[in-house]
C-alpha cells in the first residue's frame, strides 16, 4: 500500500532552515557526480504494491541520478533476478502478495548467493518487534511505513551506500586487533555489528552513530546540539532520547546489567562503560 501523511512529497512544505538545506544540497551535489557504466549503482526494490514500487524507485532515481533500478513484485521474480544480477543494495517489503514472509526467504537467499549485499527493509510490520528479526538477519536498516518521509529514506539510503563503497575500498587493509570480552567493538565502515561482551548489539544507523559518539568520547559529556550533528532527521532532544533508549534496550538484551550510557540533566549523555583508568566518572 502506498503511504499516505509523512511520506507524501515535500512540495517545498515544511522546508527545513537554510544552513541545514545546503547542507543537504552539498551532501547531494558530491553523491551526484557522474558515473561511468563500470561503476554503477544498480538497486533492486522488491515490493509487491506498484505504487509503492514507484515512489520508492523514484526517490532512489532523485537521490543519486544515474542509479540503476531494478523493480520486482513477487518473490520468484526477485529470487531469479537475484540469482543472476549483482546489485549494490536490495530495498524489499516482508509481505508479498499472499506471502507474508517472503522478504525473509529472500534474505536468506541474499545470505547464501550474495553475502554481504546490503539490505534495506521497507515495511508496514511493526518496527519495535521486526527490526530485531531483520538484523538478526543480517538486514542493514528497517524503515515502517507511514512512520518516515522521503528524506528519512534518502539519508538512510545513502549513509548505507557510502558505508559500502568505504568498505570496499579497504577490503585489503590488515584487520584490528580483537578487543577483550568486556571492550564495545565498533566497526567504522560496516556500522551494523556492534559488539558487547561478544554478542552483538542490534541497532539501526542512527542510534549506532550515536553509540559511536558517545564511545568516541567516554567520559566525557556529548551534548544534545553534538548529537545532532548525527542524526539525520528529527533533530530534537525527544528524538535523541529515544535513539538512547533504543541503545540502552539494545545492550540489555545481551546483558541486563548494562548502564554504561549515563544521562546527564539538560545537558546530553556520556559513556561510562569501560572508561580508563585515567577518566574517572565524575
Same mark, same amino acid.
Given at each position: 500500500?502506498?503511504w499516505?501523511?509523512?511520506?507524501?512529497?515535500?512540495n517545498?512544505?515544511?522546508?527545513?532552515g537554510?544552513e541545514?538545506?545546503?547542507?543537504r544540497?552539498?551532501i547531494?551535489?558530491?553523491d551526484?557526480?557522474p558515473m561511468t557504466?563500470s561503476?554503477q549503482?544498480?538497486?533492486?526494490?522488491?515490493?509487491?504494491?506498484?505504487?509503492t514500487?514507484?515512489? %520508492?524507485?523514484g526517490?532512489?532515481?532523485?537521490?543519486?541520478?544515474?542509479?540503476r533500478v531494478d523493480?520486482?513484485?513477487?518473490?520468484?521474480?526477485a529470487?531469479?533476478?537475484l540469482?543472476?544480477?549483482?546489485y549494490?543494495?536490495v530495498v524489499?517489503?516482508?509481505?508479498l502478495?499472499?506471502e507474508?514472509?517472503?522478504?525473509?526467504?529472500?534474505?536468506?537467499?541474499?545470505?547464501?548467493?550474495?553475502p554481504g549485499?546490503?539490505?534495506?527493509?521497507v515495511?508496514?510490520?511493526?518496527?519495535s518487534i521486526?527490526?530485531?528479526?531483520?538484523k538478526?538477519?543480517d538486514?542493514?536498516?528497517? %524503515?515502517?511505513?507511514?512512520?518516515?518521509?522521503?528524506?528519512?529514506?534518502?539519508?538512510?539510503?545513502?549513509?548505507?551506500?557510502r558505508?559500502?563503497?568505504?568498505?570496499?575500498?579497504?577490503?585489503?587493509a590488515?584487520?584490528?586487533?580483537?578487543?577483550?570480552?568486556?571492550e564495545?567493538?565498533l566497526?567504522?565502515?560496516?556500522?551494523r555489528?556492534?559488539?558487547?561482551?561478544?554478542?552483538r548489539?542490534?541497532l539501526?544507523?542512527?542510534?549506532?552513530?550515536?553509540l559511536?559518539t558517545l564511545?568516541?568520547r567516554?567520559?566525557q559529556?556529548?551534548s544534545?546540539?553534538?548529537?545532532?550533528?548525527?542524526?539525520?532527521?528529527?533533530r530534537?532532544?525527544?528524538?535523541?532520547?529515544?535513539h538512547?533508549?533504543?541503545?540502552?534496550?539494545?545492550?540489555?538484551?545481551?546483558?541486563?546489567?548494562?548502564?554504561?550510557?549515563?544521562?546527564?540533566?539538560m545537558?546530553?549523555?556520556?559513556?561510562?562503560?569501560?572508561?580508563?583508568?585515567?577518566k574517572?566518572v565524575?
Amino acid at each position: 500500500m502506498l503511504w499516505r501523511g509523512g511520506c507524501a512529497h515535500n512540495n517545498g512544505q515544511n522546508a527545513p532552515g537554510a544552513e541545514e538545506t545546503l547542507t543537504r544540497l552539498q551532501i547531494r551535489a558530491l553523491d551526484n557526480l557522474p558515473m561511468t557504466p563500470s561503476t554503477q549503482t544498480h538497486i533492486a526494490v522488491i515490493e509487491d504494491d506498484p505504487p509503492t514500487s514507484d515512489q %520508492l524507485a523514484g526517490w532512489i532515481r532523485a537521490a543519486r541520478p544515474g542509479i540503476r533500478v531494478d523493480q520486482w513484485y513477487n518473490r520468484d521474480d526477485a529470487e531469479a533476478a537475484l540469482a543472476r544480477e549483482h546489485y549494490d543494495m536490495v530495498v524489499l517489503d516482508i509481505e508479498l502478495g499472499r506471502e507474508r514472509h517472503a522478504g525473509v526467504a529472500i534474505i536468506n537467499t541474499i545470505n547464501k548467493q550474495r553475502p554481504g549485499t546490503p539490505v534495506l527493509v521497507v515495511s508496514a510490520m511493526p518496527a519495535s518487534i521486526y527490526r530485531s528479526i531483520m538484523k538478526a538477519l543480517d538486514a542493514w536498516d528497517y %524503515l515502517q511505513k507511514t512512520t518516515f518521509d522521503e528524506n528519512e529514506f534518502v539519508e538512510t539510503l545513502l549513509d548505507i551506500l557510502r558505508v559500502t563503497k568505504s568498505a570496499e575500498k579497504s577490503k585489503e587493509a590488515a584487520p584490528a586487533s580483537a578487543p577483550t570480552a568486556d571492550e564495545l567493538s565498533l566497526d567504522p565502515l560496516w556500522q551494523r555489528t556492534p559488539m558487547w561482551r561478544g554478542q552483538r548489539i542490534n541497532l539501526p544507523l542512527t542510534a549506532q552513530r550515536i553509540l559511536a559518539t558517545l564511545y568516541q568520547r567516554s567520559g566525557q559529556v556529548v551534548s544534545y546540539d553534538e548529537l545532532f550533528e548525527v542524526v539525520k532527521s528529527g533533530r530534537n532532544r525527544d528524538n535523541v532520547r529515544k535513539h538512547v533508549s533504543t541503545i540502552r534496550e539494545a545492550f540489555r538484551e545481551v546483558d541486563p546489567a548494562f548502564e554504561g550510557v549515563e544521562n546527564v540533566p539538560m545537558r546530553g549523555f556520556r559513556w561510562v562503560a569501560q572508561l580508563p583508568a585515567s577518566k574517572p566518572v565524575r
